[in-house]
């Protein structure tokens, strides 16, 4: 039986332990399912929690963006989505916010993975914001990958100029990038303009090489 001194022991052991970083390789969970501690709200768009999700929305008919206060650089992340109307988003990796349109909010640039609603949009396709818009068209196979209206599995694996993303198990481009506009940044969820955005988001965790 342990004694009182014992338990103090491991007590404390276990609380330095949690006090440890990650150690390399392990998953890290970037959403609390509580609060959106870790992340900034860029724009007039609704980010809010609801029932263990992140629940964005469109408000003021701009583009806007969730990204992580921490930049990566070479990583796995994978995100849960499901499209509840039929607007437009995105997950940026190596990204950054550069400024403010007042037309059109939040400017940014960087690599977008396409996340839209509705089959045969692409989703898990690469879009360079900023740059050189399209760069990696899903395939065939991947273009069918979607499933609507149902929670969809994300996966994006970054190694440097090699990008792989896979949608529910099925791979959907594999790409090595010639020329990257950036080697690191934030990781951020978007709301695209044009109003009628609402997508939910939950079991995100990212995987640092």
Same mark, same amino acid.
């Given at each position: 039986m342990?004694?009182?001194?014992?338990?103090?022991?491991?007590?404390?052991?276990?609380l330095g332990a949690a006090a440890e970083p990650p150690p390399q390789?392990?998953?890290?969970?970037?959403?609390?399912?509580?609060?959106?501690?870790?992340?900034?709200?860029?724009?007039a768009e609704k980010w809010v929690v609801e029932q263990g999700t992140i629940l964005c929305e469109s408000a003021a008919n701009k583009y806007g963006y969730l990204t992580t206060e921490k930049t990566y650089r070479d990583f796995t992340?994978?995100?849960?989505?499901?499209g509840e109307a039929a =607007?437009?988003? /995105?997950?940026? %990796? +190596?990204?950054?916010?550069?400024?403010?349109?007042?037309e059109h909010g939040p400017d940014i640039e960087g690599m977008q993975v396409e996340v839209d609603p509705?089959?045969?949009?692409?989703?898990?396709?690469?879009?360079?914001?900023?740059?050189?818009?399209w760069v990696k068209m899903?395939?065939?196979?991947?273009?069918?990958?979607?499933?609507?209206d149902q929670w969809n599995d994300l996966e994006v694996a970054v190694a440097g100029n090699h990008m792989v993303t896979q949608l529910n198990g099925v791979k959907i481009v594999d790409y090595t990038d010639t020329a990257?506009?950036?080697?690191? =940044?934030?990781? /951020?969820?978007? %709301? +695209?303009?044009?109003?009628?955005?609402?997508?939910?988001w939950k079991d995100i965790f990212i995987q640092e090489k």
């Open positions: 342990a004694t009182k001194g014992m338990v103090a022991v491991l007590l404390l052991l276990g390789g392990a998953w890290v969970s970037l959403f609390n399912g509580k609060d959106l501690t870790g992340w900034k709200n860029n724009g992340l994978r995100v849960k989505f499901k =607007g437009n988003s /995105g997950v940026f %990796i +190596h990204a950054r916010i550069t400024g403010i349109d007042p509705s089959v045969g949009k692409h989703t898990g396709g690469l879009y360079e914001s900023g740059g050189r818009g899903p395939t065939a196979e991947g273009e069918q990958a979607l499933k609507a990257p506009k950036f080697t690191d =940044g934030v990781i /951020g969820l978007q %709301i +695209h303009t044009g109003g009628g955005v609402k997508m939910r």
